[in-house]
Structure formats: structure tokens, C-alpha cells
């Protein structure tokens, strides 16, 4: 399994001297969380964006790197905005891997249980689930990407069926 990093509201810190929510360019967070598993987990950090800046180019870079990965399961840590975008431009790529985005709609830094939670429901899914596909894992809820998406209205993601 290899856990893909591209940054997203899951990894914002608090800038003091700017004053704003920054995405850094380490993958402290995803350590931080997988401190707690008992099992060593290969990890890449790419593009480190919020995904409203996230573009093709971008995409074109992770589905590169799955292509070229030895592993068939991925879990991509994504912002929320444009996640179901990846997912969908993903999906119509890969049908022999299994691959799940997760993040979540605040920063680790200020609440640590959702982010903690959809990377744990992601990593355990990964480990049960035995059909290859692009999932969503957001809210508890982890689903085929054609039947969830981010409600805005509500800010929180769920079926679409």
C-alpha cells in the first residue's frame, strides 16, 4: 500500500507570522497519524496544494505515479474541494487498483480526530476491501466516487446514489 500526500485542508498549519492557514511542503501530518499504527506504510508527499489549485497537470502526476508504483493500493490524501474531480479523472484510468482519497474539512491543527479518523477508515477499508476501484472515504462514509460527493451547503460529504 502506498499512501499518496498532495496536501489539501488536512495538512494546513497556522502561519503566526502571516497569519494564515499554510499547506508545508512535509508530510507531518500523515506521520503523526501513522505513529499510532503498528505497521510501516510507504508514503510520498507530492504536489502539496489546496486542491482549488490543484489542475490537470497535477492529476496527470499521481495517476503517473500509480501507473508506475509496484503497489495495486493507494490511498490519496486530497482536499476536499476538487477531490471528487481526482477521483472521477482517476477512475476513468484505473480499474486494476484498488484507490481511495480521503481528507478531511479541517486542519489536523485544529481538530485532529476527523483526519485521524478518515485516514484510519481509509487504511482499513484498503486492508478489507477486495474489489479494485476509486473510492471516497470522507465522513465515516467510504463509497464507490460516483455515489458520494461534498455537500457544500452542509460541508460534509455523503451519498449521491
Same mark, same amino acid.
Given at each position: 500500500?502506498? =499512501?499518496?500526500?498532495?496536501?489539501? !485542508?488536512? %495538512?494546513?498549519?497556522?502561519?503566526? &507570522? $502571516?497569519?494564515?492557514?499554510?499547506?508545508?511542503?512535509?508530510?507531518?501530518?500523515?506521520?503523526?497519524?501513522?505513529?499510532?499504527?503498528?505497521?510501516?506504510?510507504?508514503?510520498?508527499?507530492?504536489?502539496?496544494?489546496?486542491?482549488?489549485?490543484?489542475?490537470?497537470?497535477?492529476?496527470?502526476?499521481?495517476?503517473?505515479?500509480?501507473?508506475?508504483?509496484?503497489?495495486?493500493?493507494?490511498? =490519496?490524501?486530497?482536499?476536499?474541494? !476538487?477531490? %471528487?474531480?481526482?477521483?472521477?479523472? &482517476? $477512475?476513468?484510468?484505473?480499474?486494476?487498483?484498488?484507490?481511495?482519497?480521503?481528507?478531511?474539512?479541517?486542519?489536523?491543527?485544529?481538530?485532529?480526530?476527523?483526519?485521524?479518523?478518515?485516514?484510519?477508515?481509509?487504511?482499513?477499508?484498503?486492508?478489507?476491501?477486495?474489489?479494485?476501484?476509486?473510492?471516497?472515504?470522507?465522513?465515516?462514509?467510504?463509497?464507490?466516487?460516483?455515489?458520494?460527493?461534498?455537500?457544500?451547503?452542509?460541508?460534509?460529504?455523503?451519498?449521491?446514489?
Amino acid at each position: 500500500m502506498l =499512501i499518496l500526500n498532495s496536501g489539501g !485542508t488536512f %495538512n494546513k498549519r497556522y502561519n503566526p &507570522l $502571516s497569519g494564515e492557514l499554510e499547506i508545508p511542503y512535509d508530510n507531518e501530518v500523515v506521520d503523526k497519524i501513522l505513529q499510532s499504527a503498528d505497521f510501516d506504510y510507504d508514503l510520498a508527499g507530492v504536489v502539496y496544494k489546496d486542491s482549488l489549485e490543484m489542475d490537470m497537470n497535477d492529476r496527470k502526476m499521481l495517476a503517473s505515479i500509480i501507473m508506475e508504483s509496484k503497489d495495486d493500493t493507494f490511498i =490519496i490524501v486530497h482536499g476536499t474541494d !476538487t477531490m %471528487n474531480i481526482t477521483a472521477e479523472f &482517476l $477512475s476513468e484510468i484505473f480499474d486494476d487498483r484498488k484507490i481511495i482519497l480521503t481528507g478531511s474539512m479541517n486542519p489536523f491543527e485544529i481538530d485532529n480526530v476527523e483526519a485521524s479518523l478518515n485516514l484510519g477508515i481509509a487504511i482499513g477499508f484498503a486492508k478489507a476491501e477486495t474489489k479494485n476501484g476509486v473510492y471516497i472515504c470522507m465522513n465515516g462514509l467510504v463509497e464507490s466516487c460516483q455515489n458520494i460527493a461534498k455537500n457544500r451547503a452542509l460541508g460534509k460529504f455523503e451519498l449521491v446514489k
